[in-house]
């Protein structure tokens, strides 16, 4: 099954949070993102991925998705 667009933000707002740090969350600003985003924020929110509607902190489901994301990320960004 092929993702779809919604899919395709959530990965990409997931990837926007440190992988380095537990400490470092992200805030969308409603008023200035685009609407993809903070609908994709909402989602992940919803799923109990992150902690806030509008961004917040990874939850340990959420450390977890984010992680494979980036694996993912790695792994076709690799060329040889």
């Given amino acids: 099954m092929p993702y779809t667009n919604e899919i395709m933000e959530e990965i990409n707002m997931l990837i926007r949070f440190s992988q380095s740090s537990d400490h470092q969350g992200l805030k969308v600003h409603h008023d200035v993102a685009a609407q993809a985003l903070v609908d994709a924020t909402q ?20 450390h977890e998705a984010a992680d ?4 993912l ?4 960004n690799t060329t040889e």
């Fill in 73 to 76: 990320m790695n792994i076709l």
């Fill in 43 to 62: 989602r992940l929110f919803d799923k109990k991925l992150i902690t806030l509607f509008d961004g917040g902190y990874l939850t340990p489901l959420g």
């Fill in 68 to 71: 494979h994301a980036h694996a």
